[in-house]
Structure formats: structure tokens, C-alpha cells
């Protein structure tokens, strides 16, 4: 039984620069949830996915974030034109949903610096 | 505006004691809450958790008390053990109504001294 996969684990970017990150999560898990991360706080609440519908967002999620899930398995999250106030660490979750459990399954992180 | 508050960033106790870690909450809508771990470089790992119609869950030497009109819980480890330093988030949904969503504290780094 794998878990919650995100890659890469850690990238290093230039401001400016466009990152993508990915993650796989545990199968048959509907829904995925991106959280980020920042030194000495809790994760945040970004965007999350019912299959392959987003369903919510996050108003910390500007116009320069996007999020996607095309066929309801993995999922890419794309940030353009990096700046460095954008470095953190981007968390992944995945739960069954549907009620099952109020679990959410994390990734071990993708960490972003942008110089 | 944080609606859940772990106001003590860390936290030290002596192998063998009780650690006791504690969050506040204050949206009234939440009816789950959870505890999760985190060690340094990896994702948090869930650790216990409790519903709003409970006031206690215990899971082998870990035990968590809700105090819901106080809107309180609380983490109890007994007795503590050098793996369990780690950073400690607590965390609440709105479960009930179909949203799992989480809402996380700012953790409490827990040490435990041999």
C-alpha cells in the first residue's frame, strides 16, 4: 500500500521562474487537498479536488497559482513567475471522502525556495 | 484570523512523564478534531482524533480530551518517550456537514529529554 507521493521533493528557482509540482495520491482516495507550509506555521489551506472537480479554493491562492487533476488521479500544482515570498513547503493529502474518515493522508512535502 | 491556537510554541519533559499539549478553537462550526505529527523534512502523520460527540479518545498512551463548551481540547502522551519529539498540530474540520477540510494551529514543538 504506497501513500501520498509528491515530486520533486525539493526545488530550488529563480524569482520569476514557473514550478510545477506533482502528486500522486493514495489510489481510489476522491479527494486531494494542497496545503502549504511556512517556517513556524501550521499548513495552510490552498485548493482542493472532488475527483477531478476543484471544488474550493483558497483566497491565498492567487491568479499566479493553478491547480489541476485531469483525469481524478494525480495532480499538478503550477506556480508562474515564482516570487520569493512563495517559498515554502507544498503539501499534498489525499482522503477516501464521502464521509469514510476525517483523516487526511499527507505527502512528505515538496519544498520550494525561490531566490 | 486564527481560528485554531496552539499558544505554546514548545514544550520540554523529562522521559517518562506526561506530556501535555493544548489548542483552543474558536469557530463553533467544528466538529472533528485531530492530532497530527510532524518530524523534520516529512509530511504530518496522523496521530489520534475525536468528535464532537465525545469528550475522550484514548489510543494506547495517547489520549485526547475535548471540553467543547470551553472549546478546548487537549493532548495527552503518558508516558513520554524520546520518539515523540516531534512538532505536534492540532487540527479541526466542520466532518458532519461533508467537509473535511482542515484547519491547523501553529504546533508545538515537543522535546523529550532522556
Known amino acids: 500500500d504506497t501513500g501520498v507521493s509528491q515530486n520533486p521533493r525539493h526545488k530550488i528557482t529563480k524569482r520569476g521562474q514557473n514550478v510545477t509540482f506533482r502528486c500522486d495520491p493514495i489510489?481510489?482516495?476522491?479527494?486531494l487537498y494542497w496545503y502549504r507550509q511556512t517556517l513556524g506555521q501550521g499548513p495552510e489551506f490552498l485548493t482542493y479536488?472532488?475527483?477531478?472537480?476543484?471544488?474550493?479554493k483558497s483566497r491565498l491562492l492567487s491568479d499566479r497559482f493553478s491547480a489541476e487533476r485531469p483525469k481524478g488521479s494525480f495532480s499538478t500544482l503550477e506556480i508562474q513567475r515564482t516570487e520569493q515570498g512563495d517559498s515554502a513547503m507544498y503539501l499534498c493529502?489525499?482522503?477516501?471522502?464521502?464521509?469514510?474518515?476525517?483523516?487526511?493522508?499527507f505527502g512528505e512535502g515538496s519544498r520550494l525556495t525561490v531566490l | 484570523d486564527q481560528q485554531v491556537k496552539q499558544n505554546s510554541p514548545s514544550l520540554s519533559v523529562q522521559e517518562g512523564r506526561i506530556s501535555i499539549l493544548n489548542c483552543d478553537y474558536t469557530n463553533s462550526m467544528f466538529d472533528y478534531f485531530l492530532w497530527y505529527k510532524k518530524y523534520p523534512a516529512e509530511g504530518p502523520t496522523f496521530l489520534i482524533s475525536i468528535s464532537s460527540i465525545k469528550d475522550k479518545n484514548e489510543d494506547g498512551r495517547f489520549t485526547v480530551f475535548l471540553n467543547k463548551s470551553a472549546k478546548h481540547l487537549s493532548l495527552h502522551i503518558v508516558p513520554s518517550q524520546p520518539g515523540d519529539s516531534a512538532v505536534y498540530f492540532c487540527?479541526?474540520?466542520?466532518?458532519?456537514?461533508?467537509?473535511?477540510?482542515?484547519?491547523f494551529g501553529t504546533g508545538t514543538r515537543l522535546t523529550i529529554i532522556p
Open positions: 493529502a489525499s482522503s477516501p471522502g464521502q464521509g469514510i474518515t476525517g483523516e487526511l493522508f
Open positions: 479536488f472532488q475527483n477531478e472537480a476543484q471544488l474550493e
Open positions: 487540527a479541526a474540520s466542520e466532518f458532519s456537514r461533508g467537509n473535511e477540510k482542515l484547519t
Open positions: 489510489s481510489e482516495h476522491n479527494r
